[in-house]
Nanobody, 120 residues
Framework: QVQLVESGGGLVQAGGSLRLSCAAS????????MGWFRQAPGKEREFVSA????????SYADSVKGRFTISRDNAKNTVYLQMNSLKPEDTAVYYC?????????????WGQGTQVTVSS
């Protein structure tokens, strides 16, 4: 069992930066891949980024590649999403989840989400 709590969302102007954190509890965190997804109003939840249990393998959606960076600190049971050069279209609720890949159905545990709003 893994419990996930996101933080770090907020309101930022276009071009700005935010860092999201996802604190995990549970013995299996360090052996779990982790991912970030987002959901904008009226849209389906979409993949943003994922990181392997070791942190050595990462993947990104094309829409965020080069702007977002995923990382993890297994000693702190935390995964991060550094978001730079934010755009209004990045506005969404961001969720972290335990699993692997870009398909949300491969993720078993989800946080409650944190709102990110980017103003133009």
């Amino acid at each position: 069992q893994v419990q996930l709590v996101e933080s770090g969302g907020g309101l930022v102007q276009a071009g700005g930066s935010l860092r999201l954190s996802c604190a995990a509890s549970g013995r299996t965190f360090s052996s779990s891949g982790m991912g970030w997804f987002r959901q904008a109003p009226g849209k389906e939840r979409e993949f943003v980024s994922a990181i392997s249990w070791s942190g050595l393998i990462t993947s990104y959606a094309d829409s965020v590649k080069g702007r977002f960076t995923i990382s993890r600190d297994n000693a702190k049971n935390t995964v991060y999403l550094q978001m730079n050069s934010l755009k209004p279209e990045d506005t969404a609720v961001y969720y972290c989840a335990a699993g692997w890949g870009s398909n949300r159905f491969n993720y078993n545990y989800w946080g409650q989400g944190t709102q990110v709003t980017v103003s133009s």
